[in-house]
């Protein structure tokens, strides 16, 4: 088969031949028909103190199933499937807390910009009829926003804040108000980011820029209950605090890769608090694919181009600078 690989420590993604997988006992294998490219794909294959470890990578995907292991129930050749590429040994400090990417022990099954992937059938997720697999390669992403969202504690007719406009951002304006928000602001550098933010659900739009504040505050009715802090970028922290009302919460989803540094002052003077999230459980995989063909828009709308799996070190290349991308899909 064809997979791209990286060989670490800021080296080239190549796509290679590679055996055909076989699946073990309790295992499956899909042919990989989609695979989106993540931020994290782009910033942990640079060579930085986050980096992902060489070999096949690609966390956002789905296909249909070509071969079942001996031991595999519930499934069916054929079948469309979505993937959580995270392991869980269910017996760690990080499985405790039922999310997939804290254990400690399990391995990672991201190998999705392949033509063929082999994993655990427990971590594979059945797509109903109603969705496509396109949808079923967004349910990755869409759960980092679920789970970002579930864990803040957000009340019913919060006012919320968004810094952003890439897929967690845009994908926490879609939970936010699935779950009950009040309001939901979307601010983002990029005036493009506009039309994407209104139609996931915000109820306006604001620019960085020297009013934004003032300009927030108007459009939610007050300032910010919570904020989701979702760029990953130096200076956000302190500006999801400038945002944040007196008693308020951040929400930190952006994984930002380097110091960040903020005023503690600023925020102990609003009595803010600031929680740090990644990852996601079996749950939000589920419900998502239960759910997700009810919502009050389409998650799919943030698709903005495919390319073949030959494109993808080109077009990894070419998103790390200026762009007007949104969530690319490799077809494998």
């Known amino acids: 088969m064809k997979a791209a690989v990286y060989a670490g420590k800021g080296g080239a993604i190549t796509i290679e031949e590679l055996p055909d997988p076989v699946p073990g006992d309790g295992e499956l294998v899909i042919r990989v028909q989609r695979c989106g490219i993540c931020g994290t794909d782009l910033s942990m294959t640079k060579g930085e103190m986050f980096d992902f470890p060489a070999g096949q990578f690609g966390h956002e995907f789905a296909g249909e199933v070509v071969a079942l292991g001996k031991g595999v129930e519930g499934f069916r050749l054929g079948q469309k499937l979505a993937v959580n590429p995270s392991g869980a040994c269910g017996h760690c400090i990080g499985c405790a807390g039922h999310n997939h990417v804290m254990c400690r022990e399990a391995p990672s099954f991201a190998q999705g910009f392949a033509e063929y992937a082999r994993l655990p059938a427990s971590l594979a997720v059945p797509l109903p009829d109603t969705l496509s697999l396109a949808d079923g390669a967004l349910i990755e992403p869409l759960a980092v926003s679920l789970y970002g969202v579930r864990r803040s504690g957000m009340k019913p007719g919060a006012r919320v804040v968004v810094l952003g406009g890439g897929t967690v951002a845009l994908y926490a304006i879609y939970w936010a108000l699935a779950l009950g928000a009040g309001k939901v602001v979307a601010l983002s550098r990029s005036e493009r980011r506009r039309d994407l933010c209104l139609a996931m659900g915000a109820d306006a739009f604001v620019p960085f820029g020297a009013n934004e504040v003032g300009e927030t505050i108007e459009a939610l009715g007050g300032p910010a209950d919570l904020v989701f802090e979702c760029v990953g970028a130096e200076g956000m922290m302190m500006k999801a605090i400038q945002h944040a009302s007196v008693y308020g919460k951040v929400v930190s989803l952006g994984f930002c890769t380097k110091p960040d ?16 999230l990644v990852g996601y459980g079996m749950d939000e995989f589920l419900t998502i694919a239960r759910d997700i ?3 009050h828009v389409d998650p799919k709308a943030i698709i903005t181009d495919t390319v073949p799996l030959a494109a993808l070190p080109q077009t990894m290349d070419m998103l790390r600078g200026p762009n007007n991308e949104t969530k690319v899909h490799v077809l494998c």
């Open 261 to 276: 540094p903020l005023i503690p002052a600023l925020a102990a003077y609003k009595c803010a608090t600031i929680q740090f």
């Open 293 to 295: 063909d009810k919502g």
